[in-house]
């Protein structure tokens, strides 16, 4: 009984501090996610209160209601116009942000700080885990600020977009280095690559579009029930783990669902009449606030999980992971200002590529695969071994961990200086 009262004053404290979280965010456009993992990171490795290890199985599940209700949320609020405008900057910033933040981290690692000099792959490994920013942070903070639409959803759009390439680079480097122990060829097949990436987007692309308009129909059909909610969500949940299991990727699936039914009346009348246009769009302007009081609840128990996985007892990891932290928001700024020009901030280049580059904070998708190379293994001599030695996994975790706390930080520290330049973009 004394361990259940003990969890459920825990549980309280995390709601309670995300609620603070929120007030901030709203009243001063104070990200909240820092404030959360540091809450994390002091419930686990500071105080002892929990073990992190207990709660390390259980991140990829927080870490996907998170996206469900995040991307979600934020589909609903996208203007296909407004889509049509910022998906190519979306996707150049995406692929081209991606592998400079790879190659950037390898040649740091690798040639600056000599890690792991007798295989490479371990450095290109580390480069893939952070390479991308994190949908669940950027997408619930960009709209909250001051900046103009087309760029909130370019931002939000290639979070999304790089956490697919995070998860497909690092799982071909891994097989590549599984080759490498069992003997086999480590040569990096482009196609390949290519390949996994195409599929897992055309996937994505189709299930969401056949999966919004099925949950239109939902709507439409128990438009009387009173826990339409309910039924909503739930249907979110299995149309994100069916598009996983069929090699998509849930966050791209839901945020194309979400994107169908706030923009159904764009379609052809047979996929969409006019009654379902209106039901729907009544039906989700009432579900509004019940989905932002659970996303809010959501957020707050994924930002606590990632700070309690942190690892950060590596004292020269941690310099190592904060000179990556400003190199990658340098390497970042010259494709922001590119892709700045050609969202039309021609005047004032200069704010909209500042704004951009600091909007890449690590968060999910680094901290799932970072855990995952800790945890793979492979057979061996009739026995499982760890497939990354336990030395160089743990290292990768460090890096990985720091990287998502320091990029974070970084982020608020630039929304609270950026914030009022921001401004003039509107004007």
Known sequence: MQEEVYGLFLAAAVIFVGFLGAFLLNRKNIPDA???????????????????????????????????????ESSLDIDLNE?????????????????????????????????????????????????????????????????????????????????????????????????????GTTAI??????????AKFSTSLVLGFIGGIILSNLIF??????????????????????AEFVG?????????????????????????????????????FSMESTHAELTLLIRVFFFVEVGLILDLSNVFLLMVSLLLSFALLIARYPLAYYISRGLGFRRK?????????????????????AIFVSQATVTSAGSEVPLVPPSISASILTIASAVILFTNIILTIGVILLKEKAKELLI
Do not use: C
């Open 248 to 284: 998509g990727s849930g966050a791209i699936t839901i945020l194309t669902a979400g994107i169908i039914l706030a923009n159904l009346a764009y379609l052809p009348q047979f996929m969409a009449g006019s009654n379902i246009v209106d039901v729907v769009r009544y039906q989700l």
């Open 34 to 72: 820092i404030f959360l993992i540091g809450f994390g990171y002091i419930l686990g490795h500071y105080s002892g209160w929990l073990d992190p290890n207990q709660f390390s199985s259980i991140a990829g599940y927080i870490g996907a209601l998170a996206l469900i209700a995040i991307m979600f």
């Open 349 to 369: 280049t200069g704010i909209a590529a500042s704004v951009a580059s600091v909007f890449y904070a690590r968060g999910l998708a680094a901290a799932v695969m």
């Open 189 to 198: 097949s482009i196609p390949d690559v290519a390949g996994q990436i195409a």
């Open 221 to 242: 059909r128990f438009k009387k029930e009173q826990h339409i909610y309910v039924m909503t969500f739930a249907y979110l949940i299995m149309l994100y783990a069916g």
């Open 83 to 183: 889509l049509l405008i910022s998906a190519k900057p979306a996707l150049i910033m995406a692929f081209g942000g991606f592998i400079v933040s790879t190659l950037v981290t390898f040649f740091i690692l690798y040639y600056g700080f000599n890690f792991f000099p007798e295989n490479p792959l371990y450095s290109i490994l580390v480069g893939t885990i952070v390479g991308g920013g994190s949908g669940a942070v950027i997408a619930s903070i960009a709209p909250r600020i001051s900046i103009p639409s087309s760029l909130q959803l370019a931002l939000s759009l290639e979070s999304v977009l790089t956490d697919v390439f995070v998860i497909v680079f690092t799982l071909t480097i891994l097989s590549i280095v599984k080759n490498q122990v069992l003997g």
